[in-house]
């Protein structure tokens, strides 16, 4: 395998504050380095089944995962198990939720904080946190800039073909204080900021990039059921490849076929939905 594809997941982003807020992601659109289009988020739009859908290519309906207090190692076929059985190098730098879907169930502090594991059928090289603690008043969050240098720290020295990168900052902000609000447009701002600098050394690496949300919020911080801002978030692409119309609206459960196309990894019978990407 020779394609390399980082997708990177802002947890918790509604389509609104990517789209005004976001500056350096909305200037790439602009001069035509970026695309955008409104990616819709599964039912329930809660996060554990967002994460489960965007990898397995299937709907919390038939992979079961209900939300957060539901995680177990899923049975579906996912990205990080069919580019491997490409032959190509998976890594995750995620909220432990991501370890114990698709590698071990439960999650060993210990074991699992960080391995290395080049026979994996899954993930190889897998650096993860946890968040144990999170509440309203301490977020529990690495720093993004942070995440960022490590899933560049795993590209520079494992030739990674595919990459993901999860952080629950913004979820867990505007679960906090909610959207319209200084402290809310800051920390999109700061996000922004930090990821920019990553996009063009990635690119220049030779990945091709996705940056997304698993789902929005709406104006009480909430996210679980129906409704555009619960369900939508905006997806920016960067990359060589052809995509649909600007209006078009990207379903979650492309995500997986549309990934594992742009690599040449074998798509698994059970993804269903048509890549958005040619």
């Not at 809660?46 to 899923?74: K, M």
């Not at 890594?91 to 879907?101: E, L, M, N, P, R």
């Not at 920390?187 to 050394?201: G, K, N, S």
Request: contains cysteine; glycine residues 10%; aromatic residues 10%.
């Amino acid at each position: 395998m020779d394609r390399k594809l980082l997708l990177i997941i802002l947890d918790g982003v509604p389509y609104r504050n990517f789209r005004r807020l976001f500056g350096n992601l909305e200037g790439w659109v602009d001069s035509g380095e970026a695309r955008v289009w409104k990616h819709r988020a599964v039912l329930p739009s809660i996060s554990a089944s967002c994460y489960a859908s965007i990898h397995t290519g299937v709907s919390p309906q038939e992979h079961g995962c209900t939300g957060n207090g539901n995680v177990f190692r899923l049975s579906h076929k996912d990205i990080f198990s069919q580019v491997r059985a490409g032959g190509g190098v998976t890594g995750a730098v995620t909220h432990s939720f991501w370890s114990q879907f698709f590698n071990r169930h439960p999650f060993d502090y210990v074991r699992d904080i960080e391995y290395d594991e080049p026979e994996s059928d899954t993930i190889n090289h897998g650096r993860f946190h946890t968040m144990t603690g999170y509440g309203h008043d301490n977020q529990m969050t690495p720093s993004d800039v942070d995440l960022f240098a490590t899933l560049t720290n795993l590209c520079l020295r494992f030739g990674l073909n595919y990459g993901i990168l999860h952080t629950c900052t913004l979820d867990s902000m505007g679960h906090r204080f909610y959207h319209e609000c200084d402290e809310m447009d800051h920390a999109c701002f700061v996000m922004d900021e930090m990821l920019a600098p990553f996009i063009p050394r990635w690119r220049a690496l030779g990945y091709e990039v996705i940056v997304t949300a698993d789902h929005g919020q709406d104006e009480r911080g909430h996210h679980g059921g129906r409704g555009p801002l619960q369900q939508e978030t905006a997806l920016y692409y960067f990359g060589e490849a052809e995509g649909p119309d600007a209006d078009h609206v990207i379903d979650q459960l492309q995500l997986a076929p549309t990934i594992l196309g742009r690599l040449g990894a074998p798509v698994a019978e059970t993804m269903k939905a048509a890549s958005f990407l040619r």
